[in-house]
Each structure stands twice: as C-alpha cells, then as structure tokens.
C-alpha cells in the first residue's frame, strides 16, 4: 500500500510530467521566498517571472519537466563552424544526451567578432550552459557541467523533438546584408589543429 507521500510524489511528477512544448514554463519567486514553477502564469502581484517557450519547432510535443525546467533556467548554446571535428563531435555528443540547444555558426568576419565577443577568443566549439563557457569539446567535462545545470543523466529527449537550425552567431541585418556577402572560405583541417583563420580545434 502506497504512503500518503508517495502518492503526493507521484501526483506532483504527474502534473509537471504533462507539461508540453508549446506550453510556457513560468519561474518565479512568491512572498514566502519559495521558488514556484508552472506552465500557467503566477499571480499578477508577481513583478519578476522567467519564462521558456519550446513551441517553435516542436508545438504540441511533451517535453518532460525536468528537462524543460533544466533548459529554462540553464540554456545552452553551441559556437561551431565548419571543418571543426570537435565541433562535430560536441554536436553528436549534445544529440545524443538529449540536450536542447542552440547552434551558432562561425562563417562571416561578423560572426568571428560575435565569437570573440561572447567567448574571448576563437577557439572552438564554444560550449555554453546557462553561465558556464567551456572552449573545446570533452565529453567528461561537458557532462559535469549538463549534471550540475540539472539536464537528466538519463535522454529524455523525445524521439519527435526537432532541434533549431542553426543561426549565424551574427544574424543578418538589412543594412549589413552587402558585407556578409564577402563570407570566409571553410578552412581545411591540419595536424597543427589550426585553420587560416585562427580558429582554434
């Protein structure tokens, strides 16, 4: 026979488990100081509320809470350009732990001063999860971050889920359109692990 607490448990995983894609989840703060998530809004006399909205490219599909809740608070995003095996691999390694993320591409001079901006440098792949920044992929080190920003050890990612296309970490702007025209050539790997344009493997 199942204790009153247990059955609390598994009416509280229940409710958040039935959280969808192209529902909002809502963060925020109440009086008491107690932190409160849902996919409904909080009270008007709340001020300060965080949300995430996964409807974009997946509307209707359930997104299990724990990890919608781990990409609402720590979201990551992935520096890549191409010619970049660890870019590559870093991208497999995100897919295959069922890690939402973002992808930023590095092609245009624009796209390097983003890169340096954000970054610092020109190493890549630039791995963010929420605060963190980590240059170069290694998946031990990758994971610990995953595991502390709360992501499931476990993918939970549903098979359906379909990831963002990638974005110029500079995006396209009308009066900047001209420039962006004049894009880098892909560079060619070296055994010195280097490319033309500085970027660093």
């Given at each position: 026979m199942a204790r009153v607490g247990d059955m609390k448990s598994i009416l509280f995983l229940a409710l958040f488990l039935s959280i969808t894609a192209h529902?909002?989840?809502?963060?925020?703060?109440?009086?008491?100081?107690?932190?409160?998530?849902?996919?409904?809004?909080?009270?008007?006399?709340?001020?300060?509320?965080?949300?995430?909205?996964?409807?974009?490219?997946?509307?209707?599909?359930?997104?299990?809470?724990?990890?919608?809740?781990?990409?609402?608070?720590?979201?990551?995003?992935?520096y890549v350009s191409e010619n970049c095996v660890p870019c590559s691999d870093g991208r497999t390694f995100l897919k295959e732990n069922g890690?939402?993320?973002?992808?930023?591409?590095?092609?245009?001079?624009?796209?390097?001063?983003?890169?340096?901006?954000?970054?610092?440098?020109?190493?890549?792949?630039?791995?963010?999860?929420?605060?963190?920044?980590?240059?170069?992929f290694e998946a031990n080190q990758w994971r610990t971050n995953l595991t502390q920003a709360g992501y499931p050890e476990k993918n939970l990612l549903p098979k359906e889920y379909l990831y963002p296309a990638p974005q110029p970490a500079a995006p396209v702007t009308a009066n900047k359109e001209p420039e962006r025209k004049n894009k880098i050539k892909p560079s060619v790997p070296t055994t010195t692990n280097r490319d033309p344009n500085g970027f660093q493997f």
């Open positions: 529902a909002e989840l809502y963060k925020w703060v109440d009086a008491s100081g107690m932190v409160n998530y849902s996919d409904s809004p909080p009270p008007a006399s709340v001020k300060k509320v965080a949300s995430k909205n996964y409807a974009a490219e997946n509307p209707g599909l359930v997104l299990p809470f724990e990890l919608a809740k781990a990409a609402s608070d720590n979201p990551v995003t992935l890690i939402p993320f973002s992808e930023k591409t590095i092609v245009t001079n624009e796209d390097i001063d983003k890169l340096k901006q954000v970054g610092g440098n020109t190493q890549l792949p630039l791995f963010i999860v929420g605060s963190i920044q980590l240059h170069g």
